[in-house]
């Protein structure tokens, strides 16, 4: 499994951004897509996942301000993030889970900077 990442960029806080992953190669219907985000000196955190069956999940820091969904038929999940502050700052990371294994996408940089 393969996964490409788009989006991320500069914004300034309370500004909003997109960021899009879809996956290739032998993906299962049964599978969870979601993203994580890693700030410089800290660890890696989950902002929010999606199951195949829209089942969604987020960290307590970022509900009511992002949401996560997903294109079964294009094997893609999106993050919109709206309203985003100083510490949403971080490299964001797609994830892609089938059963016990998992796949990272190779990240992208959202800054969030006046």
């Known amino acids: 499994v393969q996964l490409q990442a788009y989006g991320g960029g500069l914004v300034q806080p309370g500004g909003s951004l997109s960021v899009s992953c879809a996956a290739s190669?032998?993906?299962?219907?049964?599978?969870?897509m979601a993203w994580y985000r890693q700030a410089p000196g800290k660890q890696r955190e989950l902002v929010a996942l999606i199951t195949t069956g829209g089942t969604i999940t987020y960290a307590d820091s970022v509900k009511g301000r992002f949401t996560i969904s997903r294109d079964n038929a294009k094997n893609t999940v999106y993050l919109q993030m709206n309203n985003l502050k100083p510490e949403d700052a971080a490299v964001y990371y797609c994830?892609?889970?089938?059963?016990?294994?998992?796949?990272w996408g190779q990240g992208t940089q959202v800054t969030v900077s006046s």
């Open positions: 994830y892609f889970r089938v059963g016990e294994v998992g796949y």
């Open positions: 190669g032998r993906i299962f219907s049964d599978n969870i």
